[in-house]
């Protein structure tokens, strides 16, 4: 089945330790996405990629990083510049860049605790 | 800029009532509306969306919303809700010049027995 795969599903580091959330789909989409996922506040816009080996900042990048170095994958790190980074991050993708070409298709989160 | 607010953080409904979600958005120029859902730990699914066309849209699950241009709002409503839509659910909205997609704080739904 196609579809948006997040691993692992919760994780948990130290402060001042970086780390990676994986983000793999087999849809063929162009685009994909970052976002944040905090109670009672929805979801933000971390990064964002329309197509492999470019990407742009989205609304809260600041302490997060990104690449996109294959269609199927977009990892994000969460680095220790990130001053709260305990939150539930939800990756999605979709055929291409652009809300006329929702759906936006979404992986099932991590939820990253960082103490 | 536009923004998007579900003026309801939590609605609770007793199951086979119906139901109305509130989204009132803000933006000058033509949007892509959308209502997303969210079961418990896990991502988003569309539930139906506005591009142009009918005010009222039919979506999954037996859920539709109507566009009111005049009142910048885009209401989700389902006639008899099932245990089964207890969820959080999220209005999006989109300029169509911009075309990234801002989502709103969400509106969890409780169905009671």
């Known amino acids: 089945d196609g579809g ?48 492999v080996n470019d990407f742009q900042k989205g609304d809260i990048a600041e302490g997060y990083s990104v690449s996109r170095e294959k269609k199927e994958s977009f990892p994000l790190t969460v680095t220790s510049a990130q001053k709260n980074p305990t939150a539930f991050y939800l990756c999605a993708s979709s055929t291409s860049f652009g809300a006329r070409n929702s759906p936006l298709h979404f992986g099932n989160g991590t939820r990253l605790t960082v103490t | 800029a536009q923004s998007v607010t579900q003026l309801d953080s939590q609605v609770p409904v007793f199951e086979e009532a119906p139901v109305e979600l509130r989204c009132n958005y803000s933006s000058s120029v033509s949007v892509y509306l959308f209502w997303y859902v969210q079961y ?28 009111n241009k005049s ?16 969820a959080e659910y999220f209005c999006a909205v989109s300029e169509r010049a911009d075309d990234k997609i801002i989502f709103g704080k969400g509106t969890r739904l409780h169905i009671l027995p």
């Open chain 2, 40 to 67: 418990p730990n896990q991502g988003l699914q569309l539930l139906l969306k506005y591009l142009s066309g009918s005010t009222l849209v039919k979506g999954i699950n037996g859920f539709e919303a109507e566009f």
């Open chain 1, 4 to 51: 948006i795969t997040q691993s692992p599903k919760y994780l948990f580091r130290k402060e001042g330790q970086n780390v990676t959330l994986s983000c793999e789909q087999n849809l063929n989409h162009d685009a994909m996405y970052w976002y944040r996922q905090d109670p009672g506040q929805g979801l933000r816009l971390i990064y964002y990629s329309q197509i």
């Open chain 2, 71 to 86: 009142q910048t709002s885009f209401h989700l409503r389902k006639p008899s809700v099932h245990i089964s839509d207890t």
